[in-house]
């Protein structure tokens, strides 16, 4: 199979709220734009010419100990609906990445992203409104550990696994 796809790292979820945002997707997302499992993107678009150099970093960061995160609140997207998180340490292991990768990043992937699980994307502002009001209104924030990290070929609707690394420490 070729492999000249972009590269996407993920952030990988625990179990109970990768299940949880996958019933919301499946619940409130478009279903002919619903490809994908719930993902926190680190990377939108890596250069494929740096898939060894992106899997040496992903595995040496993944040798620490779970990433603490908390699942903070219910997030607008506009014409969808997701689940802010907070977390200053990925974001500081995202900078050490961006660092490394520098000169490879996409202007998407140059700029500190504002980590969050999307669980509706692509419907009308009302809708993704609606949806808000609804999940603000029993919405608990939780702390958790993130589980690892991912690396996916982009390959224009569901992208293909190439690997995840379990953090360790």
Same mark, same amino acid.
């Given at each position: 199979?070729?492999?000249?796809?972009?590269?996407?790292?993920?952030?990988?979820?625990?179990?109970?709220?990768?299940?949880?945002?996958?019933?919301?997707?499946t619940?409130?997302?478009?279903?002919?734009?619903?490809?994908?499992r719930?993902?926190?993107?680190?990377?939108?678009?890596?250069?494929?010419?740096? %898939?060894? %150099?992106?899997?040496?970093?992903?595995?040496?960061?993944?040798?620490?100990?779970?990433?603490?995160?908390?699942?903070?609140?219910?997030?607008?997207?506009?014409?969808?609906?997701?689940?802010?998180?907070?977390?200053?340490?990925?974001?500081?292991?995202?900078?050490?990445?961006?660092?490394?990768f520098?000169?490879?990043?996409?202007?998407?992937?140059?700029?500190?992203?504002?980590?969050?699980?999307?669980?509706?994307?692509?419907?009308?502002?009302?809708e993704?409104?609606?949806?808000?009001?609804?999940?603000?209104?029993g919405?608990?924030?939780?702390?958790?550990?993130?589980?690892?990290?991912?690396l996916?070929?982009?390959?224009?609707?569901?992208?293909?696994?190439?690997?995840?690394?379990?953090?360790?420490?």
């Amino acid at each position: 199979m070729d492999h000249a796809a972009p590269l996407i790292v993920t952030a990988e979820l625990p179990e109970a709220i990768q299940s949880r945002a996958d019933q919301l997707r499946t619940a409130h997302f478009p279903p002919d734009r619903n490809h994908l499992r719930a993902h926190v993107t680190l990377f939108h678009a890596l250069p494929p010419s740096a %898939e060894a %150099e992106v899997r040496d970093a992903l595995a040496a960061e993944a040798r620490a100990k779970p990433v603490p995160a908390r699942l903070d609140s219910v997030m607008n997207l506009g014409r969808g609906t997701a689940f802010r998180i907070e977390s200053p340490q990925m974001l500081a292991l995202r900078e050490r990445l961006a660092d490394r990768f520098h000169g490879l990043l996409t202007p998407q992937d140059e700029h500190k992203p504002r980590l969050h699980v999307t669980v509706q994307n692509k419907v009308a502002p009302s809708e993704a409104k609606a949806l808000q009001q609804h999940l603000a209104a029993g919405f608990q924030s939780r702390d958790f550990a993130f589980a690892g990290l991912a690396l996916h070929y982009y390959r224009g609707g569901p992208w293909e696994t190439v690997k995840r690394w379990s953090f360790r420490g």
